[in-house]
């Protein structure tokens, strides 16, 4: 009885629980069925709504969220034509960019200003006038054993007239050339401490000399130029002491009262629009005669012949170019 009774009573419970699977399975066909194909007069079952008393929590119930709706578009897929953008597209949603705007503003590098035409005259020959004034060191050579033995200071003052032509490249900085005429003249000092075995201890005189002659310009940039100047002239000296001077290892003066003939050569480099220089050149006197002072008076006749160097500073360049813009 015992083993009877407990089968009866599990096939009694089972029976309940197979008819609620059939039913389930034939409403789940039944509900497919119309959603598939609805009926036209007949209207399909209506989908319960959440939170109501006894709802079915059957997923083939459930309504599924549209994703175009939710992305701002009233209809299926099928009713976006490609290529078009959608008039009900709301912000943020799936839309189409047609165009796009940039607002630009390109900035082009400043240009050089032109360069300023020249005149007529920057362009012409021209004539210009130079006064170096120089100061400077020099020496001379009187013939004695040490040559060059006699120096001093060299005071020297230059002044020229020239024509210059035209620039060649037809610029107004462009290189020139000239030809003029110079006028010289020159302070030469003479000193030497002699040593014991003379019987004087200084040698000392002074050389002036004045010249005249042709001078070559050069203006090979707005800042270099080169005048070159070769004077023929007279040299004169002057005794300072009463010792005397040493030439050709002979105690000697020179007559005051004689002038000689003079040659020169001189150099100037010249910069900062030819106001500052540097110079040098030498000279030759020739056949001055000395008178000697001891063993008996005769004459000695001589060609003294010396260098210098200095700077100068050219007058008149300078005030060429006061208050204008330096130019030739």
């Known amino acids: 009885m015992g083993h009877g009774a407990l089968a009866l009573t599990l096939g009694l419970l089972a029976s309940p629980l197979d008819l609620a699977r059939r039913d389930a399975s034939v409403s789940e066909d039944t509900g497919a069925l119309a959603y598939l194909a609805p009926a036209e007069d007949e209207p399909g079952p209506s989908e319960p709504q959440p939170g109501e008393g006894g709802g079915s929590s059957d997923p083939s119930q459930t309504k599924i969220d549209d994703p175009f709706a ?4 009233s209809g299926s897929p099928s009713q976006v034509q490609p290529g078009q953008p959608d008039p009900q597209a709301q912000p943020g949603g799936f839309g189409t960019v047609e165009t796009v705007e940039v607002d630009t503003e390109l900035q082009r590098p400043p240009t050089a200003a032109p360069a300023p035409t020249p005149t007529a005259d920057q362009l012409s020959p021209s ?16 013939l004695n054993l040490q040559t060059l033995d006699h120096q001093g200071l060299s005071l020297r003052v230059n002044a ?22 110079a006028v010289a003249y020159a302070y030469q000092g003479i000193n030497r401490s002699l040593p014991q075995r003379y019987t004087f201890s200084r040698s000392h005189a002074l050389q002036q000399r004045l010249g005249l002659g042709p001078e070559f310009v050069a203006h ?3 800042q270099v130029s080169l005048r070159l ?26 007559p005051e009262d004689q002038v000689f003939f003079a040659l020169s050569g001189d ?7 030819d106001m500052l220089c ?27 012949w010396g260098w210098h160097v200095g700077l100068a500073f050219d007058l008149l360049r300078a005030l060429a170019r006061t208050g204008s813009q330096p130019s030739r």
């Open 70 to 73: 939710s992305a701002g578009h």
């Open 127 to 142: 004539q210009e006038l130079s006064m170096r004034l120089e100061v400077g060191y020099g020496q001379v050579d009187l």
């Open 160 to 181: 020229s007239y020239a024509w210059v032509s035209a620039p060649f490249n037809k610029a107004p900085d462009g290189p020139r050339v000239g030809i003029g005429v």
């Open 220 to 222: 090979l940039h707005p």
């Open 229 to 254: 100047a070769a004077t023929i002239g007279a040299a004169f000296y002057r005794d300072t002491t009463d010792s005397g001077l040493l030439v050709a290892e002979l105690r000697a003066s020179l």
């Open 267 to 273: 150099l100037a480099v010249c910069t900062v629009w």
């Open 278 to 304: 540097v110079t040098g050149g030498s000279e030759l006197v020739s056949n001055a005669r000395a008178t000697t002072v001891e063993e008996g008076e005769y004459s000695v006749r001589v060609s003294p």
